[in-house]
């Protein structure tokens, strides 16, 4: 698996935006499929966002339309811009990759969720 450093999490009002960031090194991603996970306290860890090693993205509905995600094959980093954010949008957000051979993106989130190892995650708090 491949060890991921989250960064970009923080507070920020209802309305405002983030924009995440995951990096590793020694890992070439372009054959990877990436993803961004979430956990709230007391909530099961969740796919916000996948995306596949051609570009093709996934998004949770709770997130259609305000997220983004991005990825970086030269500089092994995957993005998550957050927009519009809602209170409901606190956790701790992971990454998560793997050289999945999936055709369907809907399958990338649940089968990167069931990796059993995951990086420390940056904390995103959405508050007034």
């Known amino acids: 698996q491949v060890p991921f450093v989250e960064s970009g999490g923080g507070l920020v009002q209802p309305g405002g935006s983030l924009r995440l960031s995951c990096s590793t090194s020694g890992f070439t991603l372009d054959r990877y499929a990436l993803g961004w996970f979430r956990q709230a306290p007391g909530k099961e860890r969740e796919g916000v966002s996948c995306i596949t090693s051609d570009g093709r993205p996934y998004y949770a509905d709770s997130v259609k339309g305000r997220f983004t995600i991005a990825r970086d094959n030269a500089k092994s980093t995957a993005y998550l811009q957050m927009n519009s954010l809602k209170p409901e949008d606190t956790a701790v957000y992971y990454c998560?990759?793997?050289?999945?051979?999936?055709?369907?993106?809907?399958?990338?989130?649940?089968?990167?969720?069931?990796?059993?190892?995951w990086g420390r995650g940056t904390s995103v708090t959405v508050s007034s």
């Open positions: 998560q990759a793997a050289p999945l051979g999936l055709t369907s993106v809907e399958a990338i989130c649940p089968v990167l969720n069931a990796f059993d190892t």
